[in-house]
């Protein structure tokens, strides 16, 4: 069965720093796509931050939501099967539930969604004092 589990959030203080971790199990994690979503009280779920292994030689890449460029950095670690969102400059506006999901790698010139993962995990609430 394919696993995702979201840890990591908590409290912090504006200007602060978080690292959230995307446990998975139960796939192939170099051939596959992860995404770091979030969801405010009251809004819709957003996409935060891609990372892809890509669908040919040397495409894979990651990609960030405008709100999140130059503060959070995704990375993943294949030996762990673990991806992880480093926030930093954390703002009042990132508080939310975060969640990480799995799906398909994709290659070049694709704009991922949320329809573009099928695994999904719990959530993990992160909250951003002013």
């Known amino acids: 069965d394919v696993q995702l589990q979201a840890s990591g959030g908590g409290l912090v203080q504006t200007g602060g720093s978080l690292r959230l971790s995307c446990a998975t199990s139960?796939?192939?994690?170099?051939?596959?796509?992860v995404g770091w979503f979030r969801q405010a009280p009251g809004k819709e779920r957003e996409g935060v931050s891609y990372i892809t292994s890509g669908t040919g030689s040397g495409d894979g890449r990651s990609d960030y939501a405008d709100s999140v460029k130059g503060r959070f950095t995704i990375a993943s670690d294949n030996a762990k099967n673990t991806v992880y969102l480093q926030m930093n400059s954390l703002k009042p506006e990132d508080t939310a539930v975060y969640y990480c999901a799995a799906g398909p790698p994709y290659g070049l010139g694709y704009k991922p969604s949320e329809a573009s993962f099928n695994f999904w995990g719990r959530g993990t609430q992160v909250t951003v004092s002013s």
């Open positions: 139960g796939f192939k994690f170099d051939d596959y796509s």
